[in-house]
């Protein structure tokens, strides 16, 4: 049976920045309000009983923006840990961020920390947040784990499969996305999750990240039902199976 809902959607937010320069505002009013479209498309998706919501929230290379922009992001991504991971348990969401971290500071990492281990039980909507992270990044952590397997004597390098390799992956447990959505126009992966966006299905829409509303969530879930995913197959071989 093709699935018609997605058990994994993966979001590029952007377009925070230009939210804002065409109301005339600081880039930081566009990532303020774009928290609030977080909170909005969360509740969306643990409603829509979506399995599992990774949020693009910080890149690998967003270090190179200007200073003040960076501290301004990791102000309000503190203070997003500290207001809102409350209610993010109390409806059940398990948190975790994944992302090279060892630039955030001991604060950021602590919060990180307490957020994790107060919601790692829940049974509900797996909220994750890529914070400081690069597909780059992720396929490298994942190439040292095995070298150091092999340096310590513990396996050889003909072991290597996909499925090995992918287990080694950040978010190995999770199944891979089903729906990428990116916001704002831009049609490109930015390093997001490069090895397991290999069967993505990928959704744009030129709205700016704060302006998404429960509307275009629904109209990516009905694109998303809309096609026929075939992972190599033939469109013939995939409808017989879904009539086995
Ligand atoms: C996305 O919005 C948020 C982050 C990258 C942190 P942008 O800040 O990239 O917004 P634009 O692309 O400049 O409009
Ligand atoms: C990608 O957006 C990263 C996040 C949304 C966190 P960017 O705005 O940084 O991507 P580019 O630089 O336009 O490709
Ligand atoms: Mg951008």
Redesign the pocket.
Known sequence: MQPKLPKHIAI???GNGRWAKQRHLPRMAGHYEGLKTVKRVVRACAEANIEVLTL????S??WQRPLPEVKGLMGLFLSALQNEVEELHKNNIQMRIVGDCSRFSPELLNSITKAQQLTANNTGLKLIIAADYGGRWDIVQAARKFAQQVEQGKTTADTLTQELFASLLEMADLPEPDLFIRTSG?R?I?N?MLWQLAYTEFYFTDIFWPDVDSKILADALSFYASRQRRFGHTGEQIEQLANA
Not at 56 to 59: K, L
């Open positions: 590029v937010m952007d693009f929230a910080f890149s290379e967003n831009e490109r930015s997001f």
